[in-house]
């Protein structure tokens, strides 16, 4: 099988993650624009920000060690060790890249007047991180005929848990994109690893309409997040500067957060596709 791709992807991902970097931290304008955004949350309904809590608060160390002995297990049952430490390294090194990044190696420059929790690096998410890197090892450890049911309840949860952060002012929009094109870099590296084993084969056998149906469903949501997200900063900065108002901002974070997600998700999906 041709593994060209994953190191292409992979590459792509890490690349992002510097550009996102770049124009969110290094710029003034990127700091005063996520900061607004931050600001703005505040105004979101309090069901929403407890929601938020609660599902990022369910994101503990002893759950994160669950689900790698889960995706482990799966590996194991189906007798497939290579697929099992894959998918544990992709959910294990996603965690160790991002916390040697945000704490030794990515600095937060003062560029515009900030006070309290908002003055520390947050780039990138850890929590997205594990979220991403979870349905990742999923989609690389599920057997091919189980892996549709498997994205209709992990894919929303991943996603979420990016948009939630934002929610919950645990992160910034940029903190969230980095942490996916982070995610999808390890899980392609990992998935390079296995093609160059020909561990990974072609699926010859019928396609399935119902993940198909679905696959189209979610590109659809990531395009309208997108486009909504682009309109919710173009517009008012357009016209209003940095000063534009906070509550629009945050609605077109957390829009353009969900879009991000979405968008590694799929393009990691693509190039599973009919692979197993």
Not at 110 to 129: C, F, I, K, Q, R
Not at 186 to 200: F, M, N, Q, T
Request: glycine share 8%; net charge positive.
């Amino acid at each position: 099988m041709n593994s060209r791709r994953w190191p292409a992807v992979a590459a792509s991902g890490f690349v992002v993650a510097a550009v996102v970097y770049v124009l969110a931290v290094l710029t003034r304008a990127g700091q005063t624009i996520e900061n607004a955004a931050l600001r703005g949350a505040d105004q979101d309904d309090v069901s929403e920000t407890d929601a938020a809590w609660q599902a990022l608060g369910e994101i503990t160390v002893y759950s994160l060690a669950a689900a790698v002995v889960a995706v482990a297990l799966v590996g194991v049952l189906r007798r497939r060790w290579d697929l099992a430490i894959a998918a544990v390294g992709v959910i294990v090194a996603g965690q160790a890249v991002v916390q040697v990044l945000k704490r030794f190696v990515l600095p937060r420059p003062a560029l515009v007047e900030v006070t309290g929790d908002y003055a520390h690096n947050s780039l990138p998410s850890g929590h997205t991180t594990i979220a991403m890197t979870v349905l990742f090892a999923a989609v690389i450890v599920v057997p091919y005929r189980w892996r549709g049911v498997m994205l209709f309840f992990v894919l929303p949860w991943a996603v979420g848990i990016g948009q939630y952060t934002l929610t919950a002012k645990w992160h910034r929009l940029s903190d969230t994109l980095a942490a996916d094109a982070i995610a999808l870099s390890v899980a392609a590296l990992a998935s390079w690893w296995l093609a160059r084993r020909g561990a990974l084969e072609r699926y010859e056998g019928p396609s399935r309409k119902p993940r198909s149906v679905l696959v189209v469903f979610w590109a659809f949501a990531g395009l309208v997040s997108l486009a909504l997200g682009l309109f919710l900063w173009v517009v008012p900065l357009s016209r209003e500067g940095l000063g534009a108002d906070e509550w629009v901002i945050y609605l077109g974070g957390g829009s353009l957060a969900s879009a991000g997600s979405l968008a590694a998700a799929l393009v990691f999906l693509a190039c599973w596709r009919r692979v197993h």
